[in-house]
């Protein structure tokens, strides 16, 4: 499920297994700001791991109904994430002629 969004890091994603939450930080270091996702283990509240992100903000979060992925918007672009370990499969990104994909290793 998702609660939230906007880009202002009020986005929160939960696991469909109740066993990991996914949420955005935004944080202000040397001037700039630096966006990431945290995962956190919904019974300990420690955080699993981090994900670092090339732009600011995240409008919304949402894992898929079997848990394997992660996919997070930014603008026009949604990226899709392993959830296991948060790296980076694909990316839709919307423009005047439709939708493009890319995939991590172009």
């Known amino acids: 499920?998702?609660?939230g969004g906007g880009a202002d890091g009020s986005a929160i994603a939960c696991s469909h297994d109740s066993k990991t939450v996914a949420m955005p930080d935004l944080e202000?270091?040397?001037q700039r700001v630096v966006a990431a996702i945290t995962f956190l283990d919904t019974a300990t509240g420690k955080q699993l791991r981090r994900v670092d992100l090339p732009s600011n903000g995240v409008n919304s979060l949402a894992f898929s109904?079997?848990?394997k992925?992660?996919?997070h918007n930014v603008n026009n672009k949604i990226f899709l994430r392993?959830?296991?370990t948060g790296k980076?499969?694909?990316q839709f990104v919307a423009n005047a002629g439709g939708w493009q994909t890319?995939?991590?290793t172009e």
């Open 28 to 30: 202000l270091n040397n």
């Open 1 to 3: 499920g998702v609660l």
């Open 82 to 84: 392993e959830a296991d």
């Open 69 to 71: 992925w992660l996919a």
């Open 88 to 90: 980076e499969v694909r």
């Open 102 to 104: 890319r995939n991590d």
């Open 65 to 67: 109904p079997d848990g």
